[in-house]
């Protein structure tokens, strides 16, 4: 489903063939690698993401980096790894979580790509997130209440996102034909 935002941007019925990279936004869980991956492969664009090419630049994981620097540290790098990401051929990137919510990163992937906010259920983004241990922002913590109250702070800044695509607990490729379909529109 497009849901159209008002800074909606018109986009060719051939996107394949555009310059701008699509980037997906989202909460951690909702399957912005997994949708990614299958989405560049049928628009025959290369896949990258964002949180992978973090740890790379730093020689570190996320988690680690979140200890010993802090947030603020991060999202610092993130929105600097992004915008190299965004700057070279047009690509399919999945950002980390908390990506879009920087205001200077949320401009950037504004004014210079295709947003799609990936949004799911929350009972789906708990059962997906329980699979494995590696968020920082839940660590030792619940998973529902912690994706609930971000969800209340992050929705509202997604939705500013050019295209709204829910998924749900079917298999991402219906997820991706869905995303398929707005691009076209």
Not at 101 to 108: D, G
Not at 156 to 182: N, W
């Amino acid at each position: 489903m497009k849901t159209p935002n008002s800074n909606s941007k018109p986009i060719d019925g051939n996107y394949s063939q555009t310059e701008k990279s699509i980037v997906l936004i989202g909460m951690m869980g909702v399957g912005k690698s997994s949708i990614g991956r299958r989405l560049a492969e049928r628009l025959g664009k290369p896949f990258v993401d964002a949180d992978d090419e973090i740890e790379m630049a730093a020689n570190s994981s996320i988690s680690d980096i979140f200890e010993n620097y802090g947030e603020p540290h991060f999202r610092d790098g993130e929105r600097r790894v992004i915008a190299r990401l965004m700057a070279g051929e047009a690509k399919v990137i999945a950002t980390g979580g908390g990506a879009f919510i920087n205001e200077e990163t949320r401009k950037l992937i504004l004014a210079e790509s295709v947003s799609i906010w990936l949004d799911a259920d929350i009972n789906i983004l708990v059962e997906r997130v329980s699979r494995r241990n590696h968020r920082p922002l839940l660590q030792g913590k619940d998973p529902r209440k912690i994706l609930e109250e971000l969800g209340k702070e992050r929705n509202p800044i997604y939705a500013l996102a050019d295209m709204h695509i829910r998924s749900d607990g079917s298999p991402h490729t219906k997820t991706v034909d869905l995303i398929l379909e707005a691009l076209a529109k």
